[in-house]
Structure formats: C-alpha cells, structure tokens
C-alpha cells in the first residue's frame, strides 16, 4: 500500500459545474503532483504544490487550480467543467530531491455529462 | 522539448514467453527514465527508473530495462512473462533536473494481454 488516498474514487458531473477532488499525501512527502489521464492516454501533468506553493504548471488553463495545506494534503479544483474533462485523475506525492520517487493514489474518475 | 514515444499500443503474448515493450525518448538535457504498471482501476506503480550510472536496470516483478543513449531508446524486458503481468505500462521522463517523479511526462501507454 503506497499511502496516498484519493476521494472520491468516482463522481459525476454536469457540464458548468465545479469540482474539488482532495488526495491525501504519504507520510513523510512534502510534495504533491496532480496528473489528468483521458481515456486511452498517458497521464498528462496538471500542477505540482511542494510546502503550499505551486511548484511547475503543465499545459493546462486557470480554471484548474489546487491547494496544498500545511499537513501536506492537496486539492484539485475544477471550474465551468467540460465534457472533456472526464478523465481519471491522479495524484502523486513525493519528497523534493533528486531521482525520489513518487506514489500514486488510485484515482478519482470523473464523468461530466 | 522532451517528450516519449511507445511504439506498440498493444502486444499480446502468451504466457511464459519473453516480452519487450518498446520506449523511445527526445530530450535535450539529462535524462531520468522510467517505467510504471497500471492495472486495472489502479493508480500507477514504479517498476524501475534510470538515473545515472549501468545501463541495464532491474526493477521489480522480474523487468528489466536497457537504456541506449545512441538509439534514444529504454526498452522493458522480462524473460518470461505470467497471466498477472496483463496490465497497461508507461514509459516516464523527468521534466526536473535531477529527476524526481513529481513532475513526468509519460507514453501514451502499452497494454500487455498475456494469454494462456
């Protein structure tokens, strides 16, 4: 078991709406990675939080935003959701350093209808 | 810019047959390389990485992998594959110097279907 847990693990969605989808980090892992994998795809990097602060952005527009709290958890949050947004999406937590690993949490599974 | 390729989207083997799943990279800087496991409603899961120093790395569940610096290349291997390897498996590069996994950009993926 890695120790990182995503919630929920499946949602649905209406096209507008908004969505916070959280992940709780490993112990120990001061960085938080989010990555968004369509169907079919590889994950697609979203945005990094290392100590609160957002740390690298993929290519991805505003209205994907995250947090990062002092316990190191994060949040995802997507506004004026899209259909193409549906998507599992990942989180990653690490500790900042050269070659550390990251572990994934099983994902959230987005459907916006 | 870097990016990943996985030249076979599926690969269907039977059991206790050898299996090579094919990567190749482009990047203009150090390169930090890596293969994960995604099972089926899972998140993923490292099977090996490559940062510097031998060629040939060992990772877990009897894979290997080969990094070529000439053919840009980081093939996955195993001699002899089992039902339970079915799964899909990606192909990573670091973007961060140093290559932490925080912050990768992976292959469009390679679903293996073992059969028996």
């Known amino acids: 078991e890695t120790g990182v847990t995503q919630s929920p693990t499946h949602l649905i969605k209406t096209r507008g709406q908004q969505v916070t989808l959280r992940c709780s980090s490993q112990s120990g892992h001061n960085t938080v990675s989010w990555y968004q994998q369509a169907l079919g795809q590889g994950p697609q990097f979203i945005f990094q939080?290392?100590?609160?602060?957002?740390?690298g952005r993929g290519n991805f527009p505003p209205r994907f935003s995250g947090l990062q709290f002092p316990n190191y958890s994060s949040e995802l949050n997507v506004n004026a959701l899209e259909l193409d947004d549906s998507a599992l999406y990942l989180c990653?937590?690490?500790?900042?350093?050269?070659?550390?690993?990251?572990?994934f949490g099983q994902g959230t599974r987005l459907t916006v209808v | 810019a870097q990016s990943v390729t996985q030249l076979d989207s599926q690969v269907p083997v039977f059991e206790e047959a050898p299996v090579e799943l094919r990567c190749n990279y482009s990047?203009?800087?150090?390169?930090?390389l890596f293969w994960y496991v995604q099972y089926p409603n899972q998140g993923l899961q490292l099977l090996l990485k490559y940062l510097s120093g031998s060629t040939l790395v060992k990772g877990i569940n009897g894979f290997e992998a080969e990094f070529n610096k000439s053919q840009t290349s980081f093939h996955l291997r195993k001699p002899s594959v089992h039902i339970s390897d079915t799964a899909e498996y990606f192909c990573a590069v670091s973007r961060d110097y140093g290559g932490s996994q925080g912050n990768l950009i992976f292959g469009k993926g390679t679903k293996l279907s073992v059969k028996p």
């Open positions: 990047s203009s800087v150090s390169v930090y």
């Open positions: 939080y290392y100590r609160e602060e957002e740390n």
């Open positions: 990653a937590s690490s500790t900042a350093g050269s070659g550390t690993e990251a572990f």
